[in-house]
C-alpha cells in the first residue's frame, strides 16, 4: 500500500516522547497523557499553546543540548545515537512505575491507544487510523514502547476501512482488510501472540467481504472458521454475527435459498454440541427475519410459499419455548409481501388478510411489537388490488379508510403513502364495478 504523507495527528506525534509505560509524554513537562488525546491536546502539550494547525513544529530540537549541537565535527550517526540515549535517559527517569500505577487508577496505556483507534474508525478515518497503529508499532520497536498494539487495535482498524465501505461503494475495502489480516498472521507466526487473528477479527472480514458482494469468499472464510473450530481451536467457532452476516450477504445478493440452507445450518451447528455452542451461536429472530425479507423480494416462483413455511416454523419454535425467535412485525409484514408478489396463487390475497388479521389481534392484546404498518396495509392492499377477484376493490378501499382514520387520531405509522392511494385506484380499475370510476376519480381528488 502506498501510504500518504503523514497526517497531521501523526506528525504531531513525532514531536511527543513515549515513554516506556506506554503512555504519551510532552518534551516541555513529560507530563504523562493517559486518556484518549484530541488534536488540541496534543497540539498544546507540544508546543505550548492551543493555537491551531498553523503554529511551527521544530521537531529537530527534542531533548538535544547544547552542548552536542555544537560538537559540529561528529557525524549524524553519532549526534542520532547521542539523541536516542538522551531521551531514552529522560524517558526512564520520568516515567518509572507510571503503566503500573495508571493501571491501579483504571487506566491503561493500550486501552487509550485503542479507543483512539476506535475514534478514527468510526469517524471514517481509515487512514489516519492505520499511520497511528504503524506510528506505535515503530515507536515499540525503537524501544520507546514496551507494549506493542494488540488484536484488538487490529480489529479497529481493519473495521475503518469496512466501514469506508459505506461511504464509498467503489472502495476495494476487502483489498485493505485482507492486508492487515495477513500482517496479522506474520506477526502471530513471528512470536506476537497478542495479536492473533480472533473471531472478531474473521467477522469483519466476512462483513467485509459482504459489503463487496464477495458471498463466496464470505462463506469459504465461514466454513474456515467450522475447520478451525472442528481441529480443536474452539475460541474460533463461528458465531451468531458470522452466521447472519453471512445470511445478510447472500438476502443483498438476491440468493434466498443459499441464505436459507445457511440459516438451516446455522440451526444444526447450535445442536451439535449445545453445551459449548449454545450461547455462540443462536438463530434468532434477525436471522430469520433476514430470510424471510429475501424471499419476499425475490421474485421468484414459489418464494410466498418458502416465506410462509418459514414464519409458520418461527411461531412453532416460540411456542415452544424458543424466546429468541419471536415473530415481530417484520416477519408478518415480509411475508405478506411475499404473498403479494404471488400472482399465480388465486388465494395470495386471502393469505395476506390472514396475516393481518393475525397481526391486528395480536395487537390489540397488548403485543405492540406487532402491530401492522403502512407497509402491511400496503402490501395487503397490493395483493388485493392485484388478485382481481370480485369485491376485491371495496376490501382495499376499506383498509384505506382505516389507515386515514388512524393516522387522524395520531398514529404516525399508519399515514397512507402514493402507493396505497394508486393500489386502490388500481383495484378499482381492474374490478369492473360500476361504481369503480366515481372511487377512483374521488381518491385522485383526495391525492391532490
Known sequence: MNYPRISLMAALLNSLVLGAEGFLVSPAGRQIIDRPISKSQIFSDATGSSSGGNADIDISSTSLTPSETNKKQKS???????????RRHSIDSSTSNTRATSIAKGKDPLISLNMNLDYLAKTGRAEHAE?????????????????????????????????????????????????????????????????QPNVITLN?????????????KAKKLLEDMEKLYQSGQKDMSPNTISYNTLIAAFAKAK???????????????????EKARAEEIKADAVAFNTVLHAW???????????????????????????????????????????HAQDQKDPRASDRAL???????????????????NTVAYTSVINALAKSGKPGAAIQ?????????????????????????????????????????????LQLLERMM
Open 296 to 338: 419476499s423480494t425475490s421474485g421468484i416462483r414459489g418464494s410466498a410459499q418458502r416465506a410462509q413455511q418459514l414464519l409458520d416454523h418461527m411461531v412453532k419454535l416460540y411456542n415452544a419455548g424458543n424466546q429468541d425467535v419471536k415473530p415481530d412485525v417484520f416477519s408478518y409484514t415480509s411475508t405478506i409481501a411475499a
Open 204 to 216: 469483519t472480514v466476512i462483513a467485509t467481504f459482504a459489503k463487496d458482494g464477495e458471498t463466496e
Open 131 to 195: 499511520e497511528l497503529l504503524l506510528k506505535i508499532e515503530g515507536l515499540f520497536a525503537a524501544g520507546y514502547y514496551d507494549i506493542r498494539p494488540d488484536s484488538v487495535s487490529y480489529n479497529s482498524v481493519m473495521n475503518a476501512y469496512a466501514l469506508k465501505k459505506s461511504e464509498d461503494p467503489n472502495y476495494n475495502s476487502a483489498a485493505e482488510v485482507m492486508r492487515l489480516l495477513r500482517r496479522m498472521e506474520d506477526l502471530t507466526e513471528e512470536g506476537q501472540a497478542t495479536v
Open 255 to 273: 440468493m434466498p435459498l443459499e441464505a436459507e440452507n445457511t440459516l438451516k445450518l446455522m440451526m444444526r451447528k447450535s445442536r451439535e454440541d
Open 396 to 440: 382495499a378501499y376499506d383498509i384505506l379508510l382505516e389507515m386515514e382514520k388512524a393516522y387522524a387520531s395520531g398514529n404516525d405509522d399508519l399515514k397512507p403513502d402514493l402507493i396505497c392511494y394508486s393500489s386502490v385506484i388500481d383495484a378499482f380499475a381492474k374490478s369492473g364495478e360500476e361504481y369503480a370510476g366515481e372511487k377512483a
Open 354 to 372: 390472514e396475516l393481518l388479521h393475525k397481526m391486528e389481534n395480536q395487537c390489540a392484546l397488548g403485543a405492540d411489537d406487532m402491530c401492522p
Open 76 to 86: 549524524k550517526a553519532q549526534i542520532n545515537a547521542q539523541r536516542r540515549r538522551h
